[in-house]
């Protein structure tokens, strides 16, 4: 097999930014993907927390122009998510988001890629800021370069706890074709399964970031009691896919009071048992 070939001089680079304007019909779009029927986000009044991922979406391929060859590209998954939240996302702000490859970490059977975007609002105050880590499936020659995205490793011994919640949810059939629609995020391995298939896939697999939303819908109503606007971050570590028609369900421990916030781990699993989300990490205002 080729050697992925990886510019690490494209690391620590940022691009310019982008504008993302904000309006209801599109916050209720992502709500109804996301199958999110919490009243103001259904209503496009209020973004769902994970809405964030949706005005950094288009940065992610520039991020990463120069640095990973465009054919090995489509070897590439979502590995992490880690995001930051500042300040809710409400109809007519405008965003302006930019996005910088900050680290390349080779493994065994790839590259890890940490990708940071920085979101502020039009008054340049910090909206979010995010840690996207992109795992190429490409063995490489090249050596490590850069930081790595935030810890957010769920301890062993925490999982030997009571839970303190947990919730169960059924992927629709159609979910990836709705979310793909709604989140602009329109990878052909969520959404053509001989596409899927040709890069190693069994098949159609569900977005990691609507995963992502199904476990925070979770968090959202056990450890924020039932109020999106007390989340202030949340991390999590796709461990395997998730398929439409599948279902998941989401425990949740509570790790204790941090810095003035309390703190969840939480992890998703498949009929098996076997964990799709892990490392899941929750902080939540006080």
Known sequence: MTMMQVDLQRVGQWTEERVFRVDAERLRAYAAAINDVYP???RGEQASPIFAVVPIGELLSPAVDGLIPIEDRRWGVHGAQDMFFYRPIAPGMVLR????P????PKRSGASVVIKTVTRDGHHELVNEQYVTLFIRRPTGSEGA???????ILPVRAKAAARMASGAD???ADQTYRYAEASGDDNKIHLDSDFARSVGLPGIIVHGMCTMAFASRVVIASACTDDPLRLRRLAARFARPVFPGQAITTHIWDLGERAGRRVYGFETVNPDGKAVIQDGRAEVAS
């Open 102 to 105: 900050i680290g390349v970490h």
């Open 146 to 152: 850069g930081d790595q995205a935030p810890d957010h």
């Open 170 to 172: 059924v992927i629709d």
């Open 40 to 42: 103001r986000h259904a």
């Open 97 to 100: 988001t930019k996005a910088a």
